[in-house]
């Protein structure tokens, strides 16, 4: 149980993490899109796609960074400490993003001003993230667990770029989104809007992929170990025939869920690959899953939650999205 319990609780908080990536990012995608909306009645109907269902998306999130602390304390400690100020635009970008969600439905006067909020919590939020994701594939240089860097450790090129190639990651989530869920002139202007995107995002994943074996961190370092290439080789050409069949699908109409689901399984085998450069460690370089763990007790104890707790948030977002399943109408309403 002592080996187990770190391994099953990594499976738990990553499929946590790629969940909220998933559900969450197409919603900030709308964000991100909605200065391509031709006029007001437009964004709300690009808002109101999501308006159901889009606030019991952070549920993964909360689900990753409680697990985060109970299984793996000292990751936490760690995380947090170093990449406090990331986190904390995240969280008050996320905030915001979502009283301008709320707040523009009900506003008169102010609704632009909303709705620029609203733009501007998700782009926020995204970059965020992406520069969360790229200080950690960076690496965390540790001693006696303290993190060696300074307050603005997580500050780099590096970061910087990832930032932006998940900021375009989350807004062909919400093209995409916008292509199932939308027709006429809004699904039109999502289209549009994909086939770049799908090459703008193509493009980042190749750099930053290009990037990764001179990063401290030598998380590329496994995929060139042992033969380890042959077996792992799958993962890119996956990726790279996903996204030719999506910039595809993109602009055949009658395909409206196609695009949709091979941007999620775009963004599935992106997370697979960084999983499998990341492991063992839970924060690169050194820190490995059993170093960072709590005792089997913990981890036990809060197994017996999540056992209850896992099956409840699956169950109710698979109810949320098929109560709200197929086309939102222009004048749909949100109250």
Known sequence: ???????????????????????????????????????EAQLDHMMNTAAPIWDGNETWLVLG??????AFPKAYAVVLSALYLPVLLMLIALVF???????????????PA???????GSMLAAFAQGVILGALM?????????????VFGWFSPFSMLTGIAVLFGYALLGSTWLILKTEGPLQKVARNLTRPL???????????SAWLPFLDSRIMARWFEGGNFWWLAPVPALALLNAFALWRAAM???RDAAPFVLTLCFFALGFAGLVLGIWPNIVPPGLTIWQAASPPSS?????????????????YTYWSYSVFKGKVATDAGYH
Do not use: C, H, T
Request: net charge neutral; no cysteine; glycine share 18%.
């Open 65 to 70: 960074g409680a697990g985060l602390l109970a």
């Open 97 to 111: 993003r979502g009283v301008a969600f709320e707040f523009r439905f009900k506003a008169q006067r102010s609704k």
């Open 1 to 39: 149980m002592e080996y187990w319990l770190p391994v099953l609780w990594f499976g738990v908080i990553g499929f946590g993490v790629l969940m909220y990536v998933l559900l969450d990012g197409f919603v900030l995608g709308l964000g991100i899109l909605a200065p391509f909306a031709e006029d």
């Open 252 to 254: 055949q109409k009658g």
């Open 138 to 150: 960076e690496g965390m240089p540790l001693n006696g667990g303290k993190y060696l860097s300074g």
């Open 114 to 120: 909303w709705g620029a909020a609203f733009a501007l």
């Open 299 to 315: 981890q036990g104890f809060v197994l017996a939650g999540l056992i209850v707790l896992l099956p409840a948030i699956l169950g």
């Open 198 to 208: 799908v090459l703008v995002v193509v493009a980042f994943m190749g750099l930053v």
